[in-house]
């Protein structure tokens, strides 16, 4: 992170020995630990953060782009033609069906003789 060296380490450790004292080194080096976990962690995030909005920009702009290249009128008219063509279907099988319904005979109801056990 910061590029320093094992012998950089070791010249920082031994001032901040004599200077801080023996007892208490343990918890300035706790502490010191905690900050640098803190700041990794930190920095993780914005990258994470960085890198999803820069997917999100590019996704976006792909979505503008696609959209961009449809032809909406086009679209519309196709969507237009393929409507008449499946309500003229329609109109023209219902028009069949009345036609075949009149030319049927219409023949009238067959009397039903009743034959009953009592006869």
């Known amino acids: 992170m910061f590029d320093i060296g094992f012998l950089e380490f070791c010249v920082i450790a031994t001032v901040a020995l004599l200077v801080v004292g023996p007892e208490r ?3 300035l080096v706790r502490s010191v630990g905690r900050w640098v976990g803190k700041m990794k962690r930190f920095m993780n995030e914005v990258k994470g953060d960085l890198e999803r909005e820069l997917k999100a920009d590019e ?5 503008v782009d696609e959209t961009a290249s449809i032809d909406l009128g086009k679209v519309g008219a196709e969507v237009q033609d393929a409507v ?3 309500a003229k279907e329609a109109n023209d099988s219902l028009e069949e069906g ?3 319904l009149k030319n049927q005979e219409l023949k009238p109801p067959r009397k039903v003789e009743s034959t009953s056990a009592a006869e």
């Not at 996704?59 to 979505?63: A, D, I, S, T, Y």
């Open 25 to 27: 080194m343990p918890a």
């Open 59 to 63: 996704l976006r702009q792909m979505m």
């Open 84 to 86: 008449k063509e499946t």
């Open 98 to 100: 009345l036609f075949s």
